[in-house]
């Protein structure tokens, strides 16, 4: 939050009347700030008390997938020569986001639509294809985007130009039944 708000160590330090020192030791978890340091803290950087600790009661998750090392999962059209690597997987008490890289060929083949819980977000990085929402249908190529609601029949319809690879997002506040890399039906690509 300091450093969000241009303020330098010596200069916040000064403002909640501490040490520099003292600061960094606060800000690196060397120490404890008692609770009127925290509440000069607050009142220093202009936010609420509480905004000093949103991240404190629970741990947060990150995942980082080296280039052209994500790892294949199975899905529902893996037997049909598509290829789905999960580029990572955040589950949260109340909803799980699950970001998927696609790539079709000229020897995939057609499959049927996907129906699941939530939103997802299409992106196209290569190639040309017809892609389904309900009774829409959108052509995509590279740059291309769509987000939608997932409860809709949805799914490739064509494949104009292979190979295709696009970036599909699945997000739910809901955690599906299931493990979420299981291919169960209904369960996202």
């Known amino acids: 939050?300091?450093?969000?708000?241009g303020l330098t160590l010596s200069e916040l330090a000064s403002r909640v009347g501490i040490s520099r020192q003292m600061l960094s030791k606060i800000e690196n978890a060397q120490?404890?700030?008692?609770?009127?340091t925290v509440d000069?803290?607050?009142?220093?950087?202009?936010?609420?008390?509480?905004?000093?600790?949103?991240?404190?009661?629970?741990?947060?998750?990150s995942v980082f997938s080296k280039s052209g090392q994500a790892p294949e999962t199975v899905r529902r059209?893996?037997?049909?020569?598509?290829?789905?690597?999960l580029l990572g997987q955040l589950t949260r008490r109340h909803g799980l986001f699950e970001p998927l890289?696609?790539?079709?060929t000229d020897e995939s083949q057609p499959f049927p639509l996907f129906q699941h819980m939530g939103s997802e977000f299409v992106y196209v990085l290569e190639g040309v294809m017809d892609y389904q929402h309900q009774e829409s249908v959108f052509r995509m190529e590279a740059g291309d985007s769509l987000l939608f609601d997932g409860e809709?029949?949805?799914?490739p319809a064509?494949?104009?130009?292979?190979p295709i690879?696009?970036?599909?997002?699945?997000?739910?506040?809901?955690?599906?039944?299931?493990?979420?890399?299981?291919?169960?039906?209904?369960?996202?690509?």
Do not use: K
Request: aromatic fraction near 6%; avoid cysteine.
């Open 1 to 5: 939050m300091r450093i969000a708000r």
């Open 31 to 36: 120490t404890s700030a008692s609770l009127a």
């Open 40 to 61: 000069a803290l607050a009142r220093g950087l202009e936010v609420p008390v509480t905004s000093l600790f949103r991240a404190a009661d629970h741990e947060t998750q």
């Open 77 to 85: 059209g893996s037997n049909l020569g598509h290829r789905y690597q």
């Open 101 to 104: 890289l696609v790539t079709l």
């Open 152 to 155: 809709g029949l949805h799914g």
């Open 158 to 162: 064509r494949i104009i130009e292979a």
């Open 165 to 189: 690879r696009f970036l599909s997002v699945f997000v739910t506040r809901e955690r599906p039944q299931g493990s979420p890399g299981d291919p169960a039906e209904g369960f996202p690509h």
